[in-house]
């Protein structure tokens, strides 16, 4: 069952539950109401009945009827006066002519209560009666037809009745269309999913509000930015294996291709191809080293000593190549970061200023701190000729490596550099 269709279902059901409970109790309420009335008037009527005879001595039938033609009944009311031979009557024209029932008169009359409910053809009769014995037995005896005085209670719950289903079938039509307006999100999210494929993921869903359905947008929104960054790492990842790789593959082939039967000739070419998949490796620990920088465990933080983990990096850089190494300054204090991967890019920066300069040439190194916490190597090489090109991986994969350790720490890379003077790169994070 669609979503729309139960929520109208259950806002029906809840509807129809309470309408129905207060036709009930209004039918019920109304009914006392009534009830209670008719049993004032016939305690009203004994009475006044009996105060009367008391002060009018005489004929009891003489009294009896004098006394009647002073009542004007109800529509469903009747007053009798029953004596032994006759019946005396007031009532209105469209009552029921109790006083020629024999039968329930005799009922009534020789019922020891003073009160009760006799069954008549008109249906239930509620009476009351006073019996007199002096100076001649009679019975005075009120009373009204239940159906009669009940009837505009039964009316005004029929109207209450077809009022409540008029409204349950508003309500109906509110329901279908409010629920539809509240799914609408969901309809749009669903769509939005049977139309991503692994090819377009810019698909998004425009949140408006902030109800639990515009969070659900925001989140599968989220959902979508981190499925298109894997899928994009993921075609990355594979454009630039197939770059990078292609070249050591095509050398390893050309050179076994071309092998011939020298034993100097092979030992050379083992050498070459063991350097091409030594290559090759290092090659693939990058590219994997950048796919797991999107990852959320890339980074290990921990509390550093700022001058231990300079004096560690110092102590690597010395060992990549024949250079004038120097150590400009140490920051002082403590920083929350990786340190082994702050190590592994400054390392890349160094081994990249080693690849651009010469034997002998002086390469500095140094950290600071203030709101950040700064790492830099400067070399005097070429310099960088267009910067805009630096970090992209058709130039190698060291630079983004080194890029993608300093935005994992939310920090930047920073280059200053004049052209054929050097360049000076820097890692900055939060400190």
Known sequence: MPARVKIMCWLLGLMTLVLATVVVVVWRLLLVDVDDRVNRALEQETTEFGAYAENHAGDAGAVAESHLRLQYPDEHEIHLAVLSGRVLVQRSEVTYALEHDRAVLGTITSSGAPWGVASTPAGPFRWAKVHTAAPQEMWFVTGYFEDGVRAPVHSTVRVLVLVSLAGLLIAALIAW?????????????????????????????????????????????????????????????????????????????????????????????????????????????????????????????????????????????????????????????????????????????????????????????????????????????????????????????????????????????????????GATFVVEVPR
Not at 381 to 393: A, T
């Open 177 to 421: 269309s409010v629920a539809g307006v509240v799914l609408a999100p969901i309809r749009v999210v669903r769509q939005a999913a049977a139309e991503i494929t692994e090819d377009d993921l810019t698909r998004r869903i425009p949140v408006s509000g902030n109800d639990d359905v515009a969070a659900l947008a925001k989140q599968f929104n989220s959902m979508l930015d981190r499925l298109d960054r894997s899928f994009r790492l993921q075609r990355q990842f594979l454009d630039d294996a197939s770059h990078e790789l292609r070249t050591p593959i095509t050398i390893v082939r050309g050179h076994l291709e071309l092998l011939g039967d020298s034993p100097q000739e092979r030992a050379e070419v083992v050498r070459l191809c063991t350097d091409e998949l030594d290559r090759m490796a290092r090659l693939v620990e990058d590219l994997l080293l950048l796919v797991k920088s999107e990852r959320p465990d890339f980074l290990r933080p921990v509390t550093v000593s700022l001058p231990e983990l300079t004096s560690d990096i110092d102590a690597h850089l010395r060992a990549l190549g024949d250079r004038r190494w120097v150590l400009d300054s140490i920051a002082e204090g403590e920083a929350v970061l990786d340190p082994q991967r702050v190590t592994q890019a400054v390392l890349q920066l160094a081994s990249n200023a080693v690849r651009h300069t010469t034997a002998g040439a002086t390469i500095r190194f140094g950290s600071s701190v203030d709101s950040a916490v700064s790492f830099w190597i400067a070399d005097s090489g070429p310099g960088v000729s267009d910067e805009s090109l630096l970090f992209s991986r058709s130039t190698g994969l060291g630079l983004p490596i080194v890029k993608a350790i300093a935005e994992a720490h939310g920090g930047a890379v920073r280059v200053r550099s004049v052209a054929g003077k």
